[in-house]
């Protein structure tokens, strides 16, 4: 399946000042297979390592002599390693002792040598055993497929043609195409596995049989990770749709567990975040460049990586939200935050808040920071997109900063000067004008 991420790998691949890349995301993005496709089809050979459970990778990192390093791969696995011929890729590479410090060595000893390793964010995070190779290495974050390319795995790139180019005219003579397929994402969301299952048989039941695997997969983590706050872990993980289905998404400890306290799950919610697993949407007190400076971490919203594991994990019905228009309204339209989220982390926006304002119902789902300007985020699950916040925050609440905002609802596309109207489907290729 084509994966917009490629063109990065082969951006990476051509650059003259080039350093070992770290390819980082939650299990089952799919990390692996993206890795394996560009080093076939990009090298004129290519040296795939798995350090999972690899005795061979167990000691293979004991001193950090590249050379070394390279003639006992060459000879393990039969193969020749050539500068700018070869893509080293070292997989899961967290599991091995000393393979990430090895990065720093094969930047400085050996930079000519393509070298790639992939590893969950969490386990890279966790390895406070060794140093991290700080200026030594390049990273890429790896998400779910957007709706872009799930409509690729769909043979429709036609259709992306048209969001790519926000050919509006075009997008709502298609509008009834476009939703029956934002229908299907919604329900299968963006793990490949998944999106395949569902593309080959078209059955709902065995997509979501593959869909409670890979959460199940999830669940046996938690305590393989961090025994102490494996229980903590599964009581965030398995709230997190009961919050998002509040009126105020904004994350309740007490919701929790009656009269917990943030101290009790800070740990468990960090591992999420860590793990790829959830997306932390902090709280801004002013909505000013740059938001990270003004970013209040102790009022937030969680959100799933993706929107068809959310569905999952709610139980809803696939044949209400494939046939009907239940996808879009369910639970507090929580689906349809989760997914402009998921779109826009696709976009490359990885930093994403929301704004409240004290003693005030006033509150804005999302704010991004381009180079230029905060973009004010309205996102509506429907055609009906009366509210009174959005328009409040832009043309009275802070009417001098010239906000210009953006709702995402099942409308077509409208500039009204002060904000911009995009269809929910168009999410992803309009995050990515900057």
């Given at each position: 399946?084509?994966?917009?991420?490629?063109?990065?790998?082969?951006?990476?691949?051509?650059?003259?000042?080039?350093?070992?890349?770290?390819?980082?995301?939650?299990?089952?993005?799919?990390?692996?297979?993206?890795?394996?496709?560009?080093?076939?089809?990009?090298?004129?050979?290519?040296?795939?390592?798995?350090?999972?459970?690899?005795?061979?990778?167990?000691?293979?990192?004991?001193?950090?002599?590249?050379?070394?390093?390279?003639?006992?791969?060459?000879?393990?696995?039969?193969?020749?390693?050539?500068?700018?011929?070869?893509?080293?890729?070292?997989?899961?590479?967290?599991?091995?002792?000393?393979?990430?410090?090895?990065?720093?060595?094969?930047?400085?000893?050996?930079?000519?040598?393509?070298?790639?390793?992939?590893?969950?964010?969490?386990?890279?995070?966790?390895?406070?055993?060794?140093?991290?190779?700080?200026?030594?290495?390049?990273?890429?974050?790896?998400?779910?497929?957007?709706?872009?390319?799930?409509?690729?795995?769909?043979?429709?790139?036609?259709?992306?043609?048209?969001?790519?180019?926000?050919?509006?005219?075009?997008?709502?003579?298609?509008?009834?195409?476009?939703?029956?397929?934002?229908?299907?994402?919604?329900?299968?969301?963006?793990?490949?596995?998944?999106?395949?299952?569902?593309?080959?048989?078209?059955?709902?039941?065995?997509?979501?049989?593959?869909?409670?695997?890979?959460?199940?997969?999830?669940?046996?983590?938690?305590?393989?990770?961090?025994?102490?706050?494996?229980?903590?872990?599964?009581?965030?993980?398995?709230?997190?749709?009961?919050?998002?289905?509040?009126?105020?998404?904004?994350?309740?400890?007490?919701?929790?567990?009656?009269?917990?306290?943030?101290?009790?799950?800070?740990?468990?919610?960090?591992?999420?975040?860590?793990?790829?697993?959830?997306?932390?949407?902090?709280?801004?007190?002013?909505?000013?460049?740059?938001?990270k400076f003004y970013a209040d971490s102790s009022a937030f919203k969680l959100f799933v990586l993706d929107c068809g594991l959310l569905a999952c994990m709610s139980e809803a019905n696939p044949n209400a939200m494939l046939l009907g228009s239940n996808a879009f309204i369910e639970f507090k339209g929580s689906f349809t935050e989760n997914y402009v989220l998921q779109q826009l982390k696709a976009s490359g926006y990885q930093s994403v808040f929301y704004y409240s304002k004290e003693k005030s119902t006033m509150e804005i789902d999302f704010l991004y920071q381009t180079l230029e300007r905060i973009v004010p985020v309205e996102v509506k699950a429907e055609e009906n997109v009366k509210s009174k916040s959005l328009s409040s925050f832009v043309n009275?609440?802070?009417?001098?900063?010239?906000?210009?905002?953006?709702?995402?609802?099942?409308?077509?596309?409208?500039?009204?000067?002060?904000?911009?109207?995009?269809?929910?489907?168009?999410?992803?290729?309009?995050?990515?004008?900057?």
């Amino acid at each position: 399946m084509k994966r917009f991420i490629y063109n990065n790998l082969v951006k990476w691949k051509n650059k003259t000042d080039r350093k070992p890349l770290i390819l980082l995301g939650a299990r089952q993005v799919g990390k692996t297979y993206i890795i394996k496709n560009f080093g076939k089809k990009e090298f004129k050979n290519f040296v795939y390592v798995n350090c999972h459970q690899n005795e061979f990778t167990n000691n293979l990192f004991h001193n950090l002599m590249v050379e070394r390093i390279v003639t006992e791969i060459e000879r393990f696995y039969d193969v020749k390693i050539v500068c700018g011929e070869t893509l080293l890729v070292f997989d899961e590479i967290q599991e091995a002792h000393n393979g990430i410090a090895s990065l720093k060595y094969f930047c400085e000893d050996m930079p000519n040598l393509h070298v790639v390793a992939a590893g969950s964010l969490l386990g890279i995070s966790l390895r406070s055993d060794e140093s991290y190779p700080v200026g030594k290495v390049e990273t890429l974050k790896m998400y779910p497929m957007s709706f872009s390319e799930f409509l690729m795995a769909k043979g429709r790139q036609g259709l992306v043609d048209v969001l790519d180019e926000l050919a509006w005219d075009s997008m709502k003579s298609m509008n009834e195409e476009y939703t029956e397929l934002l229908r299907q994402y919604y329900f299968t969301g963006g793990m490949p596995e998944v999106v395949k299952t569902y593309i080959a048989t078209g059955d709902t039941s065995a997509t979501r049989k593959v869909q409670q695997d890979i959460l199940d997969a999830y669940q046996r983590d938690f305590a393989k990770h961090t025994k102490s706050q494996a229980e903590n872990i599964r009581r965030i993980w398995n709230n997190i749709p009961a919050q998002l289905a509040r009126e105020n998404k904004k994350f309740i400890f007490g919701a929790v567990t009656k009269g917990a306290r943030a101290s009790t799950y800070e740990e468990a919610i960090q591992w999420l975040v860590d793990a790829g697993l959830v997306y932390k949407v902090d709280r801004v007190r002013d909505p000013s460049m740059p938001l990270k400076f003004y970013a209040d971490s102790s009022a937030f919203k969680l959100f799933v990586l993706d929107c068809g594991l959310l569905a999952c994990m709610s139980e809803a019905n696939p044949n209400a939200m494939l046939l009907g228009s239940n996808a879009f309204i369910e639970f507090k339209g929580s689906f349809t935050e989760n997914y402009v989220l998921q779109q826009l982390k696709a976009s490359g926006y990885q930093s994403v808040f929301y704004y409240s304002k004290e003693k005030s119902t006033m509150e804005i789902d999302f704010l991004y920071q381009t180079l230029e300007r905060i973009v004010p985020v309205e996102v509506k699950a429907e055609e009906n997109v009366k509210s009174k916040s959005l328009s409040s925050f832009v043309n009275y609440e802070f009417q001098e900063r010239n906000f210009k905002a953006v709702r995402f609802s099942m409308r077509p596309y409208i500039d009204q000067d002060w904000m911009e109207n995009v269809p929910l489907y168009a999410v992803e290729s309009f995050g990515r004008r900057r």
